[in-house]
Structure formats: structure tokens, C-alpha cells
């Protein structure tokens, strides 16, 4: 009895090493790339906020004559001033002094944060703290970065 060994049907093992490397590349690039996105949603989502605040503030102000944190809190639609954080935790509004607004939030990751300083840099009402725990908004003034 012969046997012939030239028309085996299969696959080796290294094509299927070569299908689960290249599936591996695959999934690694597109955790990168979610990562990055859901950073960059984050410090939009934050930014937004914070301009609202500030828009708020500076609505307050105009109608008012003066803005204390409970009226711009109560025209923001909240009476305790504690606002969901994009990264999780929450921001509070305080005022310093006169006409000077402080936001302090949970410390978000090193990577947010750094992109969150290079974007409030670009606005100079706005300044942040080196752990971008605190926010202080002067309005229509330049905060020290």
C-alpha cells in the first residue's frame, strides 16, 4: 500500500501565526485609537462646560450687575453647583475674589491634563493649576497661566 503525501489539504501553523500576528496589530492600533478619541471627547466635553459656566457668569453680570456663585449656579439650572465630570468626580464653583470665579474638579489623567492646559492656555480668562484640580475664570480679564 503506498501512500502519497503530496495533496494534504490544512493549513500550517504558520499561516495561522501569521493571520493571529496581523489580527494582534489590528487590535492594538484600534485601542490606541479609541484611547485618543475618548481623551479628546473628554476635554471637549469639559471645555464645554467650563465655557458655559463662564458664559453664565458673564450673562448673570450683565443682567445683574454682579454675579455670586448661587445665582449663576441657579441660572445654570442647579441649585447645589456640583456638576458631572467627563473623567468621573465632579466640578464645583466658588468664588475668590471680586469678579473672580474658581472651578475645582477631580484630577483627571496626566494625558487629559496636559491637553487640557495647552487648550485653556489659548484663553486668557481662564487658567489652570498644574494638577488641573483648580480652574480660576476672571471675566473679560487675562488669568495668569
Do not use: D, H
Not at 17 to 34: P, Q
Not at 35 to 61: F, H, K, P, R
Not at 97 to 114: D, E, Q, R
Amino acid at each position: 500500500m503506498i501512500r502519497r503525501f503530496g495533496s494534504m489539504i490544512g493549513v500550517t501553523l504558520l499561516e495561522i501565526l501569521l493571520v493571529l500576528g496581523i489580527a494582534a496589530v489590528i487590535i492594538v492600533m484600534s485601542l490606541r485609537y479609541y484611547s485618543a478619541a475618548s481623551a479628546t471627547s473628554q476635554v471637549n466635553t469639559y471645555l464645554q462646560q467650563i465655557q458655559a459656566i463662564a458664559a453664565a457668569i458673564e450673562s448673570v453680570t450683565m443682567t445683574a450687575g454682579s454675579a455670586s456663585t448661587t445665582t449663576v449656579q441657579q441660572f445654570l439650572g442647579g441649585s447645589t453647583g456640583v456638576w458631572a465630570l467627563p473623567w468621573g468626580g465632579t466640578m464645583q464653583l466658588g468664588a475668590l475674589a471680586s469678579g473672580t470665579y474658581k472651578i475645582t474638579n477631580v484630577k483627571p489623567s496626566a494625558g487629559i491634563c496636559s491637553a487640557l492646559t495647552q487648550r485653556l492656555k489659548l484663553i486668557t480668562s481662564f487658567s489652570v493649576n498644574s494638577s488641573c484640580t483648580t480652574v480660576t475664570y476672571i471675566p473679560g480679564g487675562s488669568a495668569s497661566n
